[in-house]
């Protein structure tokens, strides 16, 4: 495993996290299998959200029971800000206000069973609230020690930029990190996103970056989805249908050309792209989490980079 910093702040993550969507959805001992596999592999970083799991909530109750006593070896990033039915009380639509933040957070760490949080992240704008007021909230939460560092998902370019400049200028504690969805399918983040990422120097953290289990190698155009793979389990055949074959038969065969497989493709080349810091991939069974290590061994040329953004 390799480490590396998270933009330009002192937190340092895994190459590859793990996303816990899965977990209170998946049961406790398969959960907890996950997580000893994520320590064996090397990974540090888990990321599950306050709407995660089956009912909201229920991911962070269930991560924090795995981790245990082992809660201070990791870096666990959770979020807030989109609709969790109810789970802080009345929101009335202004998820980044101050009353919003200070309640999810004491919400957030009971449910984790921990006293910090080492990233609490925004998970998608609020359009409602201006972003002084969610940051001045976030920086008190930072100042109290139940925050050690920030981010926000789903944040477009001029976005990023905005509240990097907002919290430069109030002295405010800044966002070290967005969370976007980035793939090699899926690179429209590449245009606007990143530079201003590198600019302010905040690290991303891409999620889907299998694209659903498209970039794994699993599917085939014109074939049904395998029995036993998610999209089969969940009747998901429409992403078959409407999947960009011609581009990911191309990828299929740059990975070929080198001797490699999809899914070291996948993830090893979107972990040598600009700003990413850490590649979260979701895992529901130990031998999914070794694979997604074992891909991000691969480090790609610049020649590879090259031939890879042709693609």
Same mark, same amino acid.
């Given at each position: ?13 895994? *190459?590859?996290? @793990? $996303?816990?969507?899965? &977990?209170?959805?998946?049961? %406790? #001992?398969?959960?907890?299998? !996950? ?75 009971r449910r984790l069973g921990t006293d910090y949080i080492d990233l609490y992240q925004m998970h998608e704008p609020d359009p409602a609230t201006p972003i002084d007021e969610t940051l001045a909230a976030l920086d008190d939460l930072v100042r109290s020690g139940k *925050?050690?560092? @920030? $981010?926000?998902?789903? &944040?477009?370019?001029?976005? %990023? #930029?905005?509240?990097?400049? !907002? ?111 850490? *590649? ?6 130990p031998e999914q989490v070794a694979a997604n290590v074992a891909a991000a061994a691969w480090q790609p040329t610049a020649d590879d980079l090259a031939e890879l953004a042709k693609r």
């Open positions: 495993m390799r480490y590396r910093r998270l933009g330009r702040s002192g937190l340092t993550v895994s *190459v590859v996290g @793990i $996303g816990c969507n899965q &977990f209170g959805r998946i049961d %406790a #001992a398969a959960t907890q299998a !996950v997580v000893d596999a994520a320590f064996d592999n090397g990974v540090t970083l888990f990321d599950t959200a306050d709407i995660y799991g089956a009912t909201p909530g229920a991911s962070e109750e269930a991560l924090g029971a795995a981790l245990g006593a082992r809660r201070d070896e990791v870096v666990v990033a959770t979020k807030f800000g989109m609709n969790a039915r109810g789970l802080h009380g009345a929101d009335w639509g202004a998820r980044g206000s101050r009353r919003y933040i200070v309640r999810a957070a004491e919400s957030s760490l *925050v050690r560092y @920030i $981010g926000h998902s789903n &944040f477009s370019g001029w976005q %990023a #930029a905005d509240a990097a400049w !907002v919290a430069q200028t109030r002295h405010l504690t800044p966002f070290v990190s967005a969370q976007n969805r980035y793939s090699l399918l899926n690179r429209g983040v590449e245009a606007e996103l990143v530079p201003a990422l590198e600019h302010y120097g905040l690290g991303l953290l891409p999620f889907f970056p299998l694209e659903m289990g498209l970039l794994t190698g699993k599917y085939r155009r014109g074939d049904a989805p395998p029995a036993g793979t998610r999209l089969a389990r969940e009747g998901m055949e429409r992403v078959l249908a409407d999947a960009p074959w011609d581009r990911i038969e191309r990828l299929r065969e740059y990975s070929s050309e080198r001797g490699l497989d999809q899914l070291t493709v996948a993830i090893g080349g979107l972990a040598a792209q600009p700003a990413v810091a850490s *590649v979260i991939a979701g895992a529901t069974r």
